[in-house]
């Protein structure tokens, strides 16, 4: 299994979705900067992604790893990363690893720093794949339909057709 470092929104977005579960089976262990835990386990208290969280570390399998030194960006860049974004970049450059995000300026960040990526839909793509999903239809309407996350017609589609349904 590949090393994966997880920024907020796909711990969040799997934990809604009731799939938390696929994280360990995809990936272990997982990663995640100071800022990620605080964000969801400490500010998210009494929501299902903080409990989730929680549980993943004691478990072992969810690791949470400080950067060693800050992200190098230019100061316009920096300025529109929120420190768990900034933090799970410089993480992931640091550790070799992929990176799991969702938010589209991290993501291009992230992208022009030559960082391999994934977010919550591939995750789910992957997991489709590997059989650990009876179907991805399902989970990208309830992900869609039943939570505040945004999914392009266009990303809809070619997350289907990736996993051939």
Known sequence: ???????STPLIYLARLRRFD??????????????????VAVQG??????H??????????????????????????????DEGESQAIQLAIERGACLAMDEAYGRRIAQQLGVRLTGTVGLLV??????????LRAELDRLRFETSFRLSDAVYRAALHAADE
């Open 1 to 7: 299994m590949a090393l994966i470092v997880c920024d």
């Open 22 to 39: 696929l994280l360990p089976r995809l990936h272990n262990p997982i990663m995640i900067p100071p800022a990620v835990w605080q964000e």
């Open 45 to 50: 208290l009494g929501l299902p992604e903080s």
């Open 52 to 81: 989730d969280v929680q549980q993943g570390a004691a478990m072992g399998w969810l690791r949470v790893q400080p950067p060693s030194s800050p992200l190098n960006v230019p100061a316009e860049d920096a300025e529109l990363l």
């Open 126 to 135: 992957r997991a489709r794949r590997e059989r650990m999903l009876p179907c």
